[in-house]
C-alpha cells in the first residue's frame, strides 16, 4: 500500500495541497494498525489451523482400546475357529484393524463384530460385556453345537443389532433380551430347537423394527399377535415354521401401524384367512403365507392390500374361483397360488397387473382356456400354468412375452400346433414345461431356435418320429426330458457327444435304435434313462469302454431294450450308481463278484433276463439297497447273508426258480414292505418269524419315497426317477409306481410250501396283501387273521386247509379279493357284507362248506357244528366270566352281612330274635297245616 500510494503520490505532487504531510502522518499510522490488527488475527488462526492439523494426526492415530482388546481375546480363546477367520486377532495389532472388528475412530472403542458364516463354534464369551460401546453382533450362519443362547446379551444395552440366526443355538429364548429397549434388529431365525414359554418379555423391545424368529416353537403363545402388534416401529416380522396356530380370525382389527413384510409360512392355521389384513392396507407391501394349511375363498381383505408387491398363498386348501379383484393390486410383482384346490377359469383381469414378473397357478384345478389378457403382462419372468385342467390352444398374446425365462404349461389338456413362429420374441426362454399336453411341436429341422434352454421337460407331447435336430444349438442345457414322444429310428451321430454335458436325459419310452457302444457319458451325465427303446449291444461292451470310465452317474435305466452278453467285471467304474435298473433284456451268465463295488446303490434290478446261478455275497457290501428285483431268472437259493440287508424294502425273487428253504434270516429284514417269492420251487415251512418285519406291522413314521431327485435341480423342474415294479397280488401282474409306496405285500404262491399258516402273521396290521395259494399247506386258517384289518386282497386258493372260516375274516372291511377255492373248509361262511360280496367261485372246492353266496345251505347239524375255536373261546370266556362274577358277588354279599352281625351287637341280637320269631311261624304254620291234613285223612278214610 505505501508503495502504490509512493508512485501515485509521485505522479501528482504538482497538484498536492499545503497540508499534505498531515494527510502523509495519518496514512502511515492507519496503515501500522492494520498491520498490528492482521497479526492479532494471523496468530490465533495459525494457532488453530496447527491444533487442526495436530488432532487429524492425533485421530488417525488412535488405537484400540486395551480393555475391548483382551474382551475380544478372550472371546476368541472360547471359539473354534475352522477356518482361521480370527487369525488377524492378535496381540500384538489393534483390534480396530482386525478382521470382523469396526471401532469408533474417535474413542477407539469396539462398536461393531461381524463374524457371521465364519464357519465358528464352541462358546460364546462373557466378556463382550466389557465392550460397552457395542451396539452391532452379528454371529449368524455358525455352528455352536446346540448351546443356549447367553443370557449376558440382555445386558448389552447398547445393542441396537443382534444376529443369531442359523447358528444352531437352542433351548429357551431367554427373557432377559427384552431388556434391549434400543434394540432394532433381532434374528434369531432358523435354529431348529429354539422355543418360549412365552413373548410377555418382548414388550421391552420398544424400538424393534425387524424381528426375525424362524423357526422358533411358538405353540405355546397363544397371544403371539396382540402382542406383536403393539411394536409401534415393527417394519418387518419372520415367523415361519413356527408351530403357530392360529391367526385369530374373530379380531376386527390388528394394529400393525407399520408393517410393510409379514411372512408366515409353514404354520397349521387350518382356517380362513381373516379380515384384519385390509387394516394393513396403506403399509404391506409383501405378504407370505405360503403352507400355512389355510382354507376357504380368497377374501376381500387381500384385494384392499392396494400397495402389496409380493404374495405368497401356495400350498394351501384355498378353494372356489380366483377373483376378478386381483387386478386391483396393480403393483403386485409376485403372485403364487400355486398347490391349491382353485376353480374354475383364469379371470381376464390378471392382465391388469402390468408390474407382475412372477405368476404360479399351477397344481390347482383351474378350468377353461388360457385367458388372451395374459399377453399384457410384458414384464413377465416366470408364468407357471401346469398341472390344471386347461384346455384349448396357447393364445397367440403368450408367444409375445419377451421377457419370458421360465414358461410352464405342461400337464393339462391344451391342444394345437406349436411352431417356429411361436417362439421368435422368446430370446431369453430358460425353463420349458409342456410334458403331458395334446400339443403338436412341429418346427423344420434346420430350425435354430433363439433361445438357450437351461431345462426342457417335453415328455408326452407329439415331437417324432425324427431326431429333434435344433437341439444342437442348445449349449446351456441341463435337463432333457423327451420320453414318451413318439421319435423312432436311429439316434443321430452327433447326439451322445452334445448330449455330453447334460445332467439328466430321458428318452425312455420312444423307437429309438442304438448301439449302446456309441454313448458317451462325460462326468457330467448324473441320469440316463434308455429304457423301453431298441438300444442294442452286449452290455459289457458299454460299460468297460475307456471313453466313460470317468463317468458320475447316479441312475442308468436301460429296461426293456435288446442287449445282450454277460455282465461285466467293470462295474469299478461305475461306482457312483444309486439306480440300475438293466431288466427285461437277453442278458445271460451270472451276477458278477465285481458288483459289490458298487457301494451307493440302493435299488438294482435285473428282472427277466436269463441270469443264473448264486448271488454273491460281495452284494451284501451294498448296504444301502432299498430295492432288489431279480424276477424270472434262473438263480439257485436264497442266500443266508440278505439278512444282513437292514435297508431293504422291496424283495423280489418271483418267478428266478429258487430252491430250498425260507431263511429264517428274512425275518430280520425290519424295514421290508414287499416279499415276493411266489412261482419258485421253495419248501418247507413259513417261518413264523415274520411277525418280526415291524415295517408290515407297524404305520410308517415317515413318509418312504420311491423317487430320485437330480442333485443341484430345483423340485419345480420336475427331474426325477420314480421306480416301478411288477407284482401281482390279486393274481394278475399290474406296474406299480408313484403308489408304490403305500403297497405291502406278502406273496409266497405257487411253491412247494407245507405245513400250517403260522399264528404269529396275523400280527402284520399293516399288510394289504397276502398270497399262500397254490402250495401244500394244512391246519387252520389263523383265528386272529380279522385283525389285518388293511387287508385288500387274501388269497389261500389250492391248499390243504381245514377247518372253519374264522368269524374274524368279517372285520376285513377293505377286503376287494378273497379266495379259498380248493381247499378243505367245513362249515357256515360267516355272516358279514364282505365275505358274502364274493362269487361263489371263491369258495368252490371246499365240499364241506356251506351258506351264501354258494349254493349249499347250512343244515341245522352244520349250523350248531358251526362253532369256531374263536367262537368257542369267545363262549367259554362269556360264561367263565358269568361264574366268575357270581361267585365274588356271592362272596360280596355274604361278608357284608357276616361282617356287619359280627360287629354291631345291636344289629346281631335283633336279626337272631328275628330268625327266632320266623322260625316260631314257620313251626306254628307247619304244624297246623299238618293237623288240618290229619283230619282230611280221617275223614276220607271214613
Known sequence: MAASFAIHSRHTSAALPSNFPCFVTMAASFATLLHVLFLVWLLPATFSLSFFFFKAESISNVSCYEKDKQALLTLKRGLTDHEHVLSSWSDHKDCCIWDGVLCDKKIGRVTELNLNYSRLGGEISGSLLQLEHLNYLDLSGNDFNCTPIPTFLGSMYNLTHLDLSSANVCGLIPHQLGNLSSLRYLSLGNNSDLYVDNLR???????????????????????????????????????????????????????????????????????????????????????????????????????????????????????????SSFGLL??????????????????????????????????????????????????????????NQLNGTIPKSLWLLSKLESLYVGTNSLTGTVDERHFQKLSKLKNLYMAETHLFFNVNSNWVPPFQLYYASMSSINIGPNFPSWLQSQKSLSILDMSMSGISGKAPSWFWNWASNITYINLSNNHIECDVSDIFLSSTVKML??????????????????????????????????????????????????????????????????????????????????IYGDIPSSLKKCSNLRLIDMADNHLSIIPLWIGEMTNLLVLCFRSSEFKGHIPQQICQLSSLR?????????????????????????????????????????????????????????????????????VRLIDLSSNNLSGSIPAEISNLSELRFLNLSRNHLMGKIPEKIGSMKELESVDLSRNHLSGEIPPSMSNLTFLSLLDLSYNNLSGRIPSSTQLQSFDALRYIGNPQLCGDPLPKSCTIEEQSLNRSPTGSVEDDSKTSSFYIGMGVGFATGFWAICGALFFNRTWRHAYFRFADEIKDWIYVTTMIKMNLLEKLRVCLNK
Not at 233 to 240: I, K, Q
Not at 345 to 359: A, D, M, N, R, V
Not at 586 to 609: D, E, H, K
Open 330 to 387: 396393480s403393483k403386485l410383482e409376485f403372485l403364487s397360488l400355486y398347490f391349491n384346490k382353485l376353480t374354475e377359469q383364469i379371470p381376464e383381469p390378471l392382465g391388469q397387473l402390468k408390474h407382475l414378473t412372477f405368476l404360479d397357478l399351477g397344481d390347482n384345478s383351474l378350468n377353461g382356456p388360457i385367458p388372451s389378457s395374459v399377453g399384457n403382462l410384458s414384464r413377465m419372468r416366470s408364468l407357471y400354468l401346469d398341472r
Open 674 to 742: 414287499i416279499l415276493d417269492l411266489a412261482n419258485n420251487s421253495l419248501s418247507g415251512s413259513i417261518p413264523n418269524c415274520l411277525k418280526n418285519i415291524s415295517a408290515m406291522a407297524l404305520p410308517d413314521s415317515y413318509d418312504i419315497s420311491y423317487s430320485y431327485f437330480v442333485p443341484s435341480v430345483g423340485f419345480d423342474m420336475y427331474a426325477f426317477y420314480v421306480q416301478n415294479v411288477q407284482l401281482g397280488p390279486k393274481g394278475n401282474e399290474m406296474e406299480y409306481k408313484e403308489n408304490l409306496k403305500l
Open 529 to 610: 434313462n434308455i429304457a423301453n427303446n431298441s438300444f442294442y449291444g452286449t452290455i459289457s461292451t458299454f460299460l468297460c469302454q475307456k471313453k466313460i470310465r470317468k463317468n458320475k452317474l447316479e441312475v442308468l435305466d436301460a429296461s426293456n431294450n435288446l442287449l445282450s452278453g454277460e455282465l461285466s467285471h467293470c462295474w469299478k467304474y461305475w461306482q457312483s450308481l444309486i439306480h440300475l435298473n438293466l431288466g427285461s433284456n437277453n442278458l445271460v451268465g451270472r451276477i458278477p463278484y465285481s458288483m459289490g463295488a458298487l457301494v451307493n446303490l440302493q435299488s438294482l434290478r435285473l428282472q427277466n433276463n436269463s
Open 201 to 323: 418379555w418382548m414388550s421391552g423391545l420398544s424400538a424393534i423394527q425387524h424381528l426375525d424368529l424362524n423357526s422358533a416353537d411358538l405353540h405355546i403363545e397363544v397371544d403371539w399377535l396382540q402382542i406383536m402388534s403393539k411394536f409401534p416401529s415393527l417394519s418387518e416380522l419372520y415367523l415361519r415354521y413356527c408351530h403357530l396356530d392360529s391367526l385369530n380370525p374373530s379380531l376386527g382389527f390388528v394394529n400393525f401401524t407399520s408393517l410393510r413384510v409379514l411372512f408366515l409360512s409353514g404354520n397349521h392355521f387350518n382356517h380362513e384367512i381373516p379380515n384384519w389384513f385390509s387394516n394393513l392396507s396403506t403399509s404391506l407391501l409383501r405378504l407370505d403365507l405360503y403352507n400355512s394349511s389355510l382354507k376357504g375363498n380368497i377374501p376381500p381383505s387381500i384385494f384392499n392390500l392396494e400397495k402389496l408387491e409380493y404374495l405368497e398363498l401356495g400350498l394351501n386348501y384355498l378353494n372356489g374361483p380366483i377373483s
